[in-house]
């Protein structure tokens, strides 16, 4: 019978716990934990595969950005007309769940599955500048932001997120970046690139805004990181470009 020696041509480790592997040469590796009495393996897979459609089809919605693969919510949006439709996502299916107060598309969203925030947007034929937060079972409407836009982004939780760039007007870019700590937003320094459709990640303290478009006909591959009081260019994407 062939064994894992002459397959790979090692002998199974004998270890007290499992390892920490960090790298690629680590693929494929087998040993036994005398702790636990298990035969393992590290085998890592990095692939895409279909999951449960969502209920509402649209697009230049928002999304929980703190959400996880099993935990996500969906909301606003476009269909025919800016929507309010929320979507929560358990890992296997979408689930409709209390729309918010003001339908709106390009809007940005932070948070995450029962602790979500919306905010900006365009609810046609104006700009938005509304600010929603959901619980886990409905939208409460807040204080509204002190520069209205759509096509923004922001980073953060339903008490404490930044949110920064979009568009006044759906015509022009804007740099304004602002801080909401769950009761008011406060502006901040802008970004030192202005621009709309660009992505934000991180957390209030500690952001990256990437990319976007700055009217009227420029991709951009600029990447801003924020500390919690400035914002500082830093390297570039390799590949410049909006949404």
Sequence with gaps: MTTYNEIAGRRVNFLSSDPTYVDTNSDGQVWYNSTTATLKSWLPTGAWRSAANMGTARYTLAAANAGTQTASLAFGGYITNPTGVTESFNGIAWTPVASMNTSKDYLAGTGTQTAALGFGGYNRPGVANSTESYNGTAWTTKATMNTAR??????????????????????????????????????????????????????????????????????????????????????????????
């Design 150 to 243: 759509l096509q923004l982004a922001g980073a953060g939780t339903n008490t404490a997120t930044i949110a920064f760039g979009g568009s006044p007007d759906t015509t022009i870019s804007t740099n304004a970046s602002e801080s909401w700590n769950g009761t008011a937003w406060t502006n901040t320094p802008s970004l030192n690139t202005s621009r709309k459709n660009l992505s934000g990640s991180g957390i209030q303290t500690a952001a990256l805004a990437i990319g976007g478009f700055v009217p009227p006909a420029t991709f951009s591959a600029a990447t801003e990181s924020w500390n919690g009081s400035s914002w500082s260019t830093v390297n570039s994407l390799n590949t410049a470009r909006q949404w």
